[in-house]
């Protein structure tokens, strides 16, 4: 297969995975796909390595994962402008999400020995005679599968805190992205030279699905809903453990005390950025109706002042040509259901680029509101009450972030999303916050990566309990006498038996 195609989608040439640029199909990596025995290969040499990591202990591997993070911050710029090649992302969105991975690596190498490190735990009266010792250890080696969206935050979010927590990691990058995630493991292998533990492997899907079979401790999974039902159903032969982070539909709730330049401002933001492709971004809105019109002014004003294009510009085109489909049917959708465009519209896809839309009154049944648009579009809908708008937010099966502004119920309003994660009064900003868990309910996936849950997701609980005196009431043991197993009754109606 020769290598002409639609700008920005990865081909196949002479078994080499081939990414482009979406805007101006210029060739940004050129790498060769594995095969199911490459990636059994790249595991058993990952196993290796992991023992020598893992050997190292919380300081060695702090001091090392901590030049890493030097060596990232020294060449932001040159990595920022991969991104961009490789993906169309502005330079500017580039960079902040650089930043927020590099924090990650900063906080996971810190805290590791101090969330995981072996501990002693309080033993209680019954067992008084035992101490309790509790430790994480690692799983050997980590599979992580990352999608395209963000190709430097979401496989460090999960690579970091395992390499931190002692694991080996094969990344399996997305084959919109190979050329970045090649670079993260390049860069590691500049500060850590001795053992491949940060590898990578590349391809379609399939490369993907064998390493959720080659025998990884756990694989930690970051892409679409469908996908992470197949990971899961090929993890679930071995028993492999798995992390989900999977798509959402996140919802901002603008209550009648909201500060309503800031919620626009964090608005449109949170729904344009990296042109709407944000497992995170805000896609549906929900005004309370006496702000309601007033806050629709608002976003676009702010909205339509935004540039797109390819250099310099504040929206980029859209990373994956067939997204531009999606987008398109679920503009049309919303509008033939009755809602109304107040910016954009069907001739905003231009392909490769979308420029801002923004629906009102749009019917909850529509795609646009129920699925992932990952576009840089948006439904704003009038509700009653903040109490409709947290039902409404609630009502899909998705359940990753969202975003409260407001004053005095925000908070509360915030605690009844049902999701993983929300922001009150910004957008996104959770993902930032190093020692915030991220991750989500329901389609969104489950398990944590980020802050001490997120070290956790990457380590096995060892318990041990170890005798330091002779048992003065002894249970477990035939020894044990009649007169022994009466007291023990006695005790248990003395220290449970009464509320
Ligand atoms: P996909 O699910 O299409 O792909 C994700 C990764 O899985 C890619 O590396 C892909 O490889 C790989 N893959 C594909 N098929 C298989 C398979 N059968 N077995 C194992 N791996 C496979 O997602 P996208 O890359 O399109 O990413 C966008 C999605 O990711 C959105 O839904 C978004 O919401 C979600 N996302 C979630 C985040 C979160 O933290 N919750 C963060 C960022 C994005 P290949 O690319 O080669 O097909």
Same mark, same amino acid.
């Given at each position: 297969m020769t290598a002409v195609h639609v700008p920005g989608t990865p081909v196949i040439d002479d078994g080499h995975l081939v990414s482009t640029s979406p805007a101006t199909g210029e060739e940004a990596g050129r790498f060769p796909v594995a095969t199911a025995d490459d990636v059994a290969r790249a595991v058993d040499r990952a196993r290796a390595a992991a023992d020598w990591w893992a050997g190292l202990g919380f300081t060695g591997r702090r001091e090392r994962l901590l030049r890493w993070r030097a060596l990232l911050a020294r060449r932001i710029e040159e990595l920022a402008q991969l991104v961009h090649v490789e993906g169309g992302k502005p330079v500017p969105d580039a960079i902040v999400e650089i930043l927020t991975a +590099?924090?990650?690596?900063? /906080?996971?190498?810190?805290?590791?020995?101090?969330?995981?490190?072996?501990?002693?735990?309080?033993?209680?009266?019954?067992? =008084?005679?035992?101490? !309790?010792?509790?430790?994480?250890?690692?799983?050997?080696?980590? !599979?992580? +599968?990352?999608? /395209?969206?963000?190709p430097v935050f979401t496989p460090i979010g999960s690579a970091a805190y395992a390499l931190a927590a002692g694991n080996a990691v094969v990344l399996k990058p997305s084959e919109y992205t190979p050329a970045v995630g090649q670079w993260l493991v390049d860069?590691?292998?500049? #500060?850590?030279? @001795?053992?491949?533990?940060?590898?990578?492997?590349?391809?379609?899907?399939?490369? !993907?699905?064998?390493?959720?079979?080659?025998?990884?401790? $756990?694989?930690?999974?970051?892409?679409?809903?469908?996908?992470?039902? $197949?990971?899961?159903?090929?993890?679930?032969?071995?028993?492999?453990?798995?992390?989900?982070?999977?798509?959402?539909?996140?919802?901002? +709730?603008?209550? &009648?005390?909201?500060?309503?330049?800031? =919620?626009?401002?964090?608005? #449109? /933001?949170?729904?344009?950025?990296?042109?709407?492709?944000?497992? +995170?971004?805000?896609?549906?809105?929900?005004?309370?109706?006496?702000?309601?019109?007033?806050?629709?002014?608002?976003?676009?004003? $702010?909205?339509?002042?935004?540039?797109?294009? =390819?250099?310099g510009a504040d929206i980029g085109p859209i990373t994956m040509p067939s997204q531009l489909d999606v987008i398109r049917r679920h503009i049309d959708d919303a509008i033939g259901a009755g809602g109304r465009v107040v910016l954009g519209g069907p001739d905003a896809v231009r392909p490769p680029y979308v420029h801002p839309?923004?629906?009102?009154?749009?019917? @909850? &049944?529509?795609?646009?509101?129920?699925? @992932?648009t990952f576009g840089p579009t948006l439904t704003i809908n009038r509700v009653r009450d903040a109490d409709e708008a947290v039902r409404r937010a609630n009502a899909l099966s998705y359940g990753l972030g969202g975003s409260v502004f407001g004053r005095r119920r925000a908070v509360a309003i915030a605690r009844r999303l049902r999701s993983g994660m929300a922001s009150v009064n910004s957008a996104l900003t959770f993902a930032g916050m190093s020692t915030l868990p991220f991750g989500g309910v329901g389609d969104s996936g489950f398990g944590r990566i980020h802050g001490e849950d997120g070290l956790r997701e990457f380590g096995r609980a060892k318990s041990i309990t170890r005798r330091r005196a002779r048992s003065l009431l002894p249970s477990m043991t035939f020894e044990r006498t009649p007169a022994d197993v009466a007291r023990l009754v006695k005790a248990a109606k003395l220290m449970y038996g009464r509320r």
């Amino acid at each position: 297969m020769t290598a002409v195609h639609v700008p920005g989608t990865p081909v196949i040439d002479d078994g080499h995975l081939v990414s482009t640029s979406p805007a101006t199909g210029e060739e940004a990596g050129r790498f060769p796909v594995a095969t199911a025995d490459d990636v059994a290969r790249a595991v058993d040499r990952a196993r290796a390595a992991a023992d020598w990591w893992a050997g190292l202990g919380f300081t060695g591997r702090r001091e090392r994962l901590l030049r890493w993070r030097a060596l990232l911050a020294r060449r932001i710029e040159e990595l920022a402008q991969l991104v961009h090649v490789e993906g169309g992302k502005p330079v500017p969105d580039a960079i902040v999400e650089i930043l927020t991975a +590099i924090e990650h690596i900063d /906080w996971a190498a810190r805290n590791a020995g101090r969330v995981l490190g072996p501990r002693r735990v309080r033993s209680r009266l019954i067992l =008084a005679e035992f101490t !309790g010792h509790l430790e994480y250890q690692p799983y050997g080696v980590v !599979g992580v +599968i990352g999608p /395209w969206n963000y190709p430097v935050f979401t496989p460090i979010g999960s690579a970091a805190y395992a390499l931190a927590a002692g694991n080996a990691v094969v990344l399996k990058p997305s084959e919109y992205t190979p050329a970045v995630g090649q670079w993260l493991v390049d860069s590691f292998a500049e #500060v850590v030279g @001795e053992q491949p533990v940060l590898t990578a492997v590349h391809g379609l899907g399939d490369v !993907g699905a064998a390493l959720c079979r080659s025998g990884v401790g $756990k694989l930690a999974f970051t892409g679409s809903t469908a996908t992470a039902k $197949k990971v899961m159903a090929a993890c679930a032969e071995t028993l492999t453990p798995v992390l989900l982070e999977a798509g959402g539909k996140d919802a901002m +709730i603008v209550d &009648s005390d909201a500060d309503l330049d800031a =919620a626009a401002e964090a608005c #449109v /933001w949170g729904a344009l950025t990296n042109a709407g492709q944000t497992c +995170i971004g805000i896609e549906r809105v929900y005004a309370v109706d006496p702000v309601f019109d007033a806050f629709v002014g608002k976003v676009v004003a $702010k909205a339509e002042r935004l540039t797109v294009g =390819a250099e310099g510009a504040d929206i980029g085109p859209i990373t994956m040509p067939s997204q531009l489909d999606v987008i398109r049917r679920h503009i049309d959708d919303a509008i033939g259901a009755g809602g109304r465009v107040v910016l954009g519209g069907p001739d905003a896809v231009r392909p490769p680029y979308v420029h801002p839309t923004v629906l009102v009154d749009v019917p @909850e &049944s529509s795609a646009a509101v129920r699925e @992932e648009t990952f576009g840089p579009t948006l439904t704003i809908n009038r509700v009653r009450d903040a109490d409709e708008a947290v039902r409404r937010a609630n009502a899909l099966s998705y359940g990753l972030g969202g975003s409260v502004f407001g004053r005095r119920r925000a908070v509360a309003i915030a605690r009844r999303l049902r999701s993983g994660m929300a922001s009150v009064n910004s957008a996104l900003t959770f993902a930032g916050m190093s020692t915030l868990p991220f991750g989500g309910v329901g389609d969104s996936g489950f398990g944590r990566i980020h802050g001490e849950d997120g070290l956790r997701e990457f380590g096995r609980a060892k318990s041990i309990t170890r005798r330091r005196a002779r048992s003065l009431l002894p249970s477990m043991t035939f020894e044990r006498t009649p007169a022994d197993v009466a007291r023990l009754v006695k005790a248990a109606k003395l220290m449970y038996g009464r509320r």
